[in-house]
C-alpha cells in the first residue's frame, strides 16, 4: 500500500480541516498537469463529500490553472494558498479568488524575514507604537488576506495576534503595497524547476 493509500485510509477515521493541491505544475507532472489536477481534486471532493474533509483547495494556482480546474470540478477550491506579502500582491490571483469567493491564505506574509529591514515598514511600525510582524499581519488582513506567521517563540506567537487594536491608514497601505520586489517575488507555477 502506497503512503498516499495509507493516508487515505487514516481519513477513513479521521478527520481533516484543509487539504490544498500544494503546486499546479510541478516538473514531475508538467506534460499532463490538468489531468493530474483533475484526478487529485476528484478524490478531495470525494473526501469533501464524505465529510472527511471540511474544506479542500489550492496553493499556488494561477487564475489559468484554476480555470481548467473548474472544467471538471463540481466543487470549487474554497481556498487558494499564495505568497502575499507586502509589495507582492499578485492582483490577477487576488482578483479571481475575489469574484470566485475563494479565501487566500497568505503564505510568508512577513516576506522569509525579509520585512524587518524595510525603513518604510520601520516608520509605520513605529508610529502605531507595534512590531514590524504586526504592521504586515494587519495589512494583510486589511487586504482580506488570511495571513500564516511562522514562529516558534512563544512571544512572537502571542504578538501576532495583538492585530485588532489599531489600523493602516490608506495611505500607508498604498505605501506598504509599492514595496515592489522587496520581500521577493512569488514563483511562476509554470516554469519553476520543481
Do not use: C
Not at 23 to 28: E, G, I, K, L
Not at 92 to 102: F, G, L, Q, T
Amino acid at each position: 500500500m502506497s503512503s498516499f493509500e495509507e493516508s487515505l485510509k487514516k481519513l477513513q477515521t479521521d478527520y481533516v480541516d484543509l487539504f490544498l493541491i500544494h503546486w499546479p505544475n510541478p516538473v514531475a507532472f508538467r506534460d499532463n498537469w490538468e489531468e493530474a489536477n483533475a484526478e487529485t481534486w476528484r478524490a478531495f471532493e470525494e473526501l469533501y463529500e464524505a465529510g472527511k474533509i471540511k474544506a479542500i483547495g489550492v496553493s499556488n494556482f494561477l487564475p489559468h490553472h484554476l480555470d481548467t480546474l473548474a472544467k471538471t470540478a463540481k466543487v470549487m477550491p474554497m481556498v487558494n494558498q499564495i505568497f502575499l506579502a507586502p509589495g507582492e500582491l499578485q492582483p490577477e490571483v487576488v482578483d479571481y479568488a475575489k469574484k470566485h469567493d475563494m479565501i487566500l491564505e497568505a503564505y510568508s506574509p512577513l516576506g522569509t524575514g525579509k520585512i524587518f529591514d524595510v525603513p518604510e515598514m520601520q516608520e509605520i511600525a513605529k508610529a502605531h507604537d507595534k512590531s514590524i510582524a504586526q504592521v504586515s499581519l494587519r495589512w494583510s488582513l486589511q487586504h482580506g488576506f488570511l495571513p500564516l506567521p511562522k514562529s516558534v517563540t512563544p512571544s512572537r506567537i502571542k504578538e501576532n495576534t495583538e492585530l485588532f487594536d489599531f489600523e493602516l491608514s490608506e495611505e500607508e497601505m498604498k505605501q506598504i503595497d509599492q514595496l515592489d520586489g522587496v520581500v521577493g517575488k512569488a514563483k511562476d507555477p509554470d516554469t519553476a524547476q520543481f
